[in-house]
Nanobody, 128 residues
Framework: QVQLVESGGGLVQAGGSLRLSCAASGRTFSVYATGWFRQAPGKEREFVAALTWSGGTTYYADSVKGRSTISRDNAKNTVNLQMNSLKPEDTAVYYC?????????????????????WGQGTQVTVSP
């Protein structure tokens, strides 16, 4: 089991910045990657960004590319998502998730089904 705790959400004006954090504990040796997803009311959960723990490979959704940076604090088993130039359409509940080590092919990181453990979510609200 891996436990995840998100933090850093809140209310910000358009153009502002937030840094979300995802702290992992438990069987973290089994983690291959951490992903961030978001879900707005009435919409499906969508991929935001992901990072592999061993190689540090990063992936971003087109909607946040250039405005967001995903990074890992190895000592703390924490993955951060720095989001800048926030827009009202970024408003959603943001979830972090981890995928365990296994063979992955293609754009696996896009699918919530590829992730094994999820945090409780943190609300991000961007006002116009």
């Amino acid at each position: 089991q891996v436990q995840l705790v998100e933090s850093g959400g809140g209310l910000v004006q358009a153009g502002g910045s937030l840094r979300l954090s995802c702290a992992a504990s438990g069987r973290t040796f089994s983690v291959y990657a951490t992903g961030w997803f978001r879900q707005a009311p009435g919409k499906e959960r969508e991929f935001v960004a992901a990072l592999t723990w061993s190689g540090g490979t990063t992936y971003y959704a087109d909607s946040v590319k250039g405005r967001s940076t995903i990074s890992r604090d190895n000592a703390k088993n924490t993955v951060n998502l720095q989001m800048n130039s926030l827009k009202p359409e970024d408003t959603a509940v943001y979830y972090c998730a981890v995928a365990r080590s296994r063979v992955y092919i293609g754009n696996w990181y896009l699918s919530p089904l590829k992730y094994d453990y999820w945090g409780q979510g943190t609300q991000v609200t961007v006002s116009p």
